[in-house]
């Protein structure tokens, strides 16, 4: 079985970690702090990037690309030929594009990977898991990925996993905002918004985020949601800067309004709420056109 080393034991990688720890891989991880939890688990916290790089196979999960210059350049001088660097974070593309290359002087193969799905779906092996680049590559990371996640998807080459992560998070965002519209709209009408969740989530017009959206958005607890509004504005703009460059552009309507709707959260500085808190704005919208 293949040691596994791994840069990021944040809010995604300490679950992955946990999954793969818990079927029997020797993981040694890597963090700016130690993490107990991992430790616990049976995990062996790495004292330099070089003991990371020891290891089969590598794994990224870090917060900017900013990070992922760094670990690189600090992983470079102890690389070998054909080994796997997979990255599992979500930056611009163009930023996994040029470490790739400097990963691929030393003769190593960097993955772009994503994740699709929040901490506790990764935790619960629900989250799906999008890979691209060399084929090969992708399936010495096979058994690791079984680990961590019961779906994962082949796309193709380097770039189509980043490119499908801006695509899901767009969707979650619009799915969102209808779930507000809806329950918005459904409470003007005289309907029950607790009974319109119920009905709704499990007809033809539910959706994985409408189920897991729409109870908070009754509930308002919006600061101990998983799914904060700070981790989707750079997503939606690197959405729409793909579909510039995808030469349909001007074929985007439902993108353009909810990111006009997303940037009222912004303003607001709603970073740290769940975007479950767009029922707020939604709500806002209702009362000035009334007033107006």
Known sequence: MSSIGFVGLGNIGLPA???LLGRSFAVIGYDLKPNDAFV???GTMATSLREVAACDIVFQSLPSATALTETVKGLLPYLRPGQVVADISSYALEAKVEQAERVASTG?????????G??????????????AGDRSAVGACGPAFDAFTAQQFY????????????IANFMVCA???IAAEALNLGRAAGLDPAQMVDVLKS????STTFANKAPLMLSRAFDAGRGPFRHMFGYLARTAKLARESGVGEATPILKRVSEIYSLAEAEQRHDQDIAAM????????RERVRA
Do not use: Y
């Open 175 to 177: 799915h969102n905002l």
């Open 203 to 206: 007809s033809a017009a539910g």
């Open 118 to 131: 929040l901490p506790f779906q990764v935790a619960e092996r629900t989250a799906v898991l999008f890979a």
């Open 279 to 286: 029922i707020e704005i939604i709500e806002s919208m209702s």
């Open 40 to 42: 616990a688990a049976g």
């Open 17 to 19: 970690t946990l999954n």
């Open 108 to 116: 190593a193969i960097m993955l772009d990977c994503e994740i699709s």
């Open 155 to 166: 796309l193709g080459g380097f770039g189509a996993a980043t490119k499908m992560k801006l």
